[in-house]
């Protein structure tokens, strides 16, 4: 089994009322080669383990050469109002040394970050959030 160990970002904080003292943020971004027939983009993946899938914007799919609209759609609801529409298609996605198929949704609605969720990557892989220390693992079986 491969096993990375990863490290948190570290993220400016805007400091608010009900946490005055923060200044910072760790949040569990990791580094992913996104891959198409014939492309790839590197970029930074938010791992979500609330998102049921993983989500890009379609800025990335167009890049890679993939035809967004002809990809099979489904619907998103989050946190905040309204919703999300993404187009799926397969992709290739490598951390590290570790690369495995995803099926992956595009999108044209906003997204603030490339997210790596349920299906597509937390049902392949065993990942460990180690706050405390700031490290992530991703083990392959």
Not at 5 to 17: D, G, N, Q, R, V
Not at 89 to 118: M, W
């Amino acid at each position: 089994m491969a096993t990375l160990t990863i490290p948190y970002y570290k993220l400016p904080y805007k400091p608010s009322e009900a946490f005055p003292e923060e200044e910072n943020v760790w949040r569990p971004f990791v580094e992913v080669r996104i891959n198409n027939k014939t492309a790839h983009i590197d970029c930074l993946a938010l791992l979500d383990s609330g998102a049921d899938n993983c989500l890009f914007p379609a800025e990335i799919g167009e890049y890679l050469g993939v035809d967004i609209r002809k990809g099979k759609t489904k619907e998103f609801g989050g946190i905040g109002k309204g919703k999300i529409k993404a187009y799926f298609h397969d992709v290739l996605l490598r951390i590290e040394n570790i690369s495995f198929k995803c099926c992956a949704g595009f999108t044209y609605d906003r997204l603030p970050y490339v997210l790596l969720g349920q299906n597509g990557f937390f049902d392949q892989c065993i990942i460990s959030f180690d706050l405390p220390q700031r490290i992530i693992r991703i083990s392959v079986p």
